[in-house]
């Protein structure tokens, strides 16, 4: 696998780990429940979710290489000057890839809900 798809897919997965950590702790403590059950709790309700995550950035993965020369460097595109926008993409590939995996979890966290209905039931029940 290209180091660059591996830094994309590792980054991705990583901001939607961090968004789930601090949106269930947040809510967690609302609850007054021990954390790492809220967590899990989340993860087996929202399962689906990093499902649909892993497999959306693992298609993105799949394209890339049709829209992005992916033989050249970081060093190369940082002493070029000009960059056009698939360029500066391929620049800050493990950035971008942390806003889209935080803003994807994010949006399953606020909207979806699901995970978050899993913890208040937990919280009723005890």
């Known amino acids: 696998m290209n180091k660059h798809y591996a830094d994309m897919f590792f980054a991705f997965l990583l901001a939607q780990s961090l968004i789930t950590a601090i949106m269930v702790y ?3 403590k609302e609850k007054s429940i021990d954390y790492v059950k809220a967590l899990t709790v989340y993860i087996k309700a ?3 979710y990093f499902i649909i ?3 959306g950035i693992s298609c993105i993965l799949f394209i890339l290489s049709d829209f992005v020369n ?3 460097t970081r060093e ?3 002493t070029k000057g000009g960059l056009t926008w698939k360029e500066n993409l391929q620049l800050y590939f493990k950035s971008s890839s942390l806003l889209v995996g935080g803003f994807v979890q994010y949006i399953a966290f606020v909207y979806k809900k699901k995970g978050k209905d899993a913890i208040d039931k937990i919280a009723d029940n005890l």
């Open 70 to 72: 992916l033989s050249i």
């Open 76 to 78: 190369d595109l940082l």
């Open 46 to 48: 929202e399962v689906g």
């Open 26 to 28: 947040n809510y967690q």
């Open 53 to 55: 995550g892993v497999i």
